[in-house]
């Protein structure tokens, strides 16, 4: 375990740690913006409506996460995958110093941290935006929603992870974000049944269905799943030989 504490280090600083840090930072900034922005101009609506409660707040807070996330985690995969790449770096790392299932183990684990510490800027940045708009707080239904949002929403990550795994250019995979924005914004257009049978888009759909602890439990275990399939795709196959 300490080893591999010693090689995320290693890789963080290679990446460049304050990079990393800011990228975090700025991620949960502009979902703080976009959410309080949102409320805002929706305030009179939301009152009228009597959705100024720690629900809807927080299912607003998720829907900008959503598409901020997307963005963060492409930009996080191109510096921990495709980076390598543009250094000309892959073909020395899968040899030596260390074994290629360490070295892909490590990137993921770096990927973790990163994604742990995105989830608890958001948080921090969801609190605030309660405190601000002076909403009764719930800690246990608060820790609840964030809980099961990090759990679902591990689908965004790993659904970049397959662009920068197949399309082999850090670039062009970055770029394919706009995919995933895409489906986030048409999700309304597809057909129920389908648009609840696509992990990606469970993120959104799990708000639907959050007073139903079995279907939360079952997208939580679909996400992590889902997650899990593509992480073992990607540690067991040759997607790293670049051209």
């Given at each position: 375990?300490?080893?591999?504490?010693?090689?995320?280090?290693?890789?963080?600083?290679?990446?460049?740690?304050?990079?990393?840090?800011?990228?975090?930072?700025?991620?949960?900034?502009?979902?703080?913006?976009?959410?309080?922005?949102?409320i805002i101009y929706k305030k009179e609506y939301l009152i009228s409506e009597d959705l100024m409660g720690i629900q809807p707040i927080i299912s607003i807070t998720?829907?900008?996460?959503?598409?901020?996330?997307?963005?963060?985690?492409?930009?996080?995969?191109?510096?921990?995958?495709?980076?390598?790449?543009?250094?000309?770096?892959?073909?020395?790392?899968?040899?030596?110093?260390?074994?290629?299932?360490?070295?892909?183990?490590?990137?993921?684990?770096l990927h973790l941290v990163l994604y742990i510490g995105f989830n608890m800027f958001y948080t921090l940045a969801s609190l605030t935006l309660l405190i601000i708009l002076n909403i009764e707080l719930d800690v246990s239904e608060f820790l609840k929603l964030q809980f099961i949002f990090s759990l679902v929403a591990i689908t965004i990550p790993y659904s970049q992870l397959l662009f920068h795994l197949m399309v082999k250019n850090g670039l062009i995979a970055v770029s394919l974000t706009i995919l995933i924005l895409f489906l986030f914004l048409i999700k309304d257009s597809i057909p129920d049944i389908i648009?609840?049978?696509?992990?990606?888009?469970?993120?959104?759909?799990?708000?639907?269905?959050?007073?139903?602890?079995?279907?939360?439990?079952?997208?939580?275990?679909?996400?992590?799943?889902?997650?899990?399939?593509?992480f073992l795709i990607s540690i067991k196959n040759n997607y790293y030989t670049y051209e």
């Open positions: 375990m300490s080893n591999y504490t010693f090689l995320v280090k290693n890789e963080s600083q290679k990446i460049g740690s304050f990079k990393l840090i800011l990228l975090i930072i700025i991620s949960a900034l502009v979902t703080f913006g976009l959410s309080l922005a949102f998720t829907y900008f996460a959503t598409f901020i996330l997307a963005i963060f985690s492409s930009i996080a995969w191109y510096y921990i995958i495709s980076f390598e790449n543009k250094n000309g770096t892959w073909s020395i790392l899968l040899t030596k110093p260390i074994s290629k299932k360490q070295l892909l183990l490590t990137k993921h684990a648009a609840r049978s696509i992990p990606l888009l469970s993120v959104d759909n799990v708000w639907m269905n959050i007073a139903n602890t079995g279907v939360i439990t079952l997208y939580c275990m679909g996400s992590v799943l889902y997650g899990l399939i593509i």
